[in-house]
């Protein structure tokens, strides 16, 4: 599943806000607080989010990181959300008009006894408030 937006800034200005691994309560509204036990760009590291409408926690951990293209992955390791082998990569591209485009994909399965569209829809409601919530941050007023 793939969601992405355009953004009113340079990739380099935008991975400012998205490219710390441990920066995902800055940003998107469902997190409350993002802890790590590590070091935010070294592959292995685990992040503890606390989401802000029931305080459940979702356990993930980075697996790729790469500054230079502007892009991350990590995998979730314990989550309350219906999937499972979620895995998933946030990357960051520049436009001809210098805007960005912020791309947010994933592959995952509906754990047993779960509708897979269900699972589909409940990841889709993630991404999109999570990336209106960087446009709205670059929005131009």
């Known amino acids: 599943?793939?969601?992405?937006?355009?953004?009113?800034?340079?990739?380099?200005?935008v991975w400012k806000l998205v490219g710390d691994f441990n920066a995902l309560d800055v940003w998107h509204p469902a997190v409350l607080r993002s802890e790590i036990n590590g070091v935010g760009t070294k592959i292995g590291t685990r992040r503890l989010l606390t989401l802000a409408e029931n305080q459940k926690t979702i356990l993930e951990q980075?697996?790729?990181?790469?500054?230079?293209?502007t892009s991350y992955s990590y995998t979730i390791v314990k989550s309350p959300l219906p999937v499972a082998n979620y895995a998933a990569t946030i990357s960051l591209t520049a436009t001809a008009e210098g805007k960005t485009v912020?791309?947010?994909?994933?592959?995952?399965?509906?754990?047993?006894?779960?509708?897979?569209?269900?699972a589909t829809q409940v990841i889709e409601g993630i991404y999109d408030s999570g990336l209106a919530k960087v446009v709205n941050n670059f929005a131009k007023q």
């Open 1 to 13: 599943m793939t969601r992405e937006v355009t953004i009113d800034s340079t990739p380099a200005t």
């Open 62 to 69: 980075l697996t790729a990181y790469t500054p230079a293209k």
């Open 102 to 118: 912020m791309k947010w994909a994933s592959t995952f399965d509906a754990p047993e006894g779960t509708e897979s569209g269900y």
